[in-house]
């Protein structure tokens, strides 16, 4: 049977919102990295605090253009779904970049799935 455990982001520290300050995917913020073997189902969320939109950039476990989408936020919008139940494993690592430093930061959880 499948044990399933709510866990922070691996980039948060105690649960606090993830400050996107890279503008460049060579630089970006690492949101989580999945365990080597058990499930991560990702759910996150972005606000932009900045007074215009700006446009995220999140990295799937690599930087070519099949692992990268981009999602503008609006300012002042609140928070915006950016992974909704996206499974990752193998110790694949999500990172974020955006269009300006100091304006997005993204904030959710993993479901850690273990199979028994």
């Not at 890279?22 to 759910?43: K, M, R, V």
């Amino acid at each position: 049977m499948d044990t399933f455990q709510k866990s922070i982001l691996g980039g948060s520290t105690n649960g606090l919102p993830i400050a996107i300050n890279a503008t460049t995917s060579g630089s970006a913020n690492t949101i989580h990295t999945a365990g080597s073997t058990d499930i991560h189902e990702l759910w996150v969320s972005a606000f932009n605090y900045s007074n215009i939109d700006q446009t995220l950039y999140v990295l799937i476990g690599g930087s070519s253009a099949s692992q990268i989408f981009s999602q503008v936020i609006p300012a002042g919008r609140g928070l915006v779904p950016i992974l909704s139940g996206v499974t990752v494993t193998g110790s694949l690592v999500i990172k974020a970049y955006a269009s300006l430093t100091a304006s997005i930061s993204v904030v959710g959880f993993a479901n850690v799935i273990v199979t028994v």
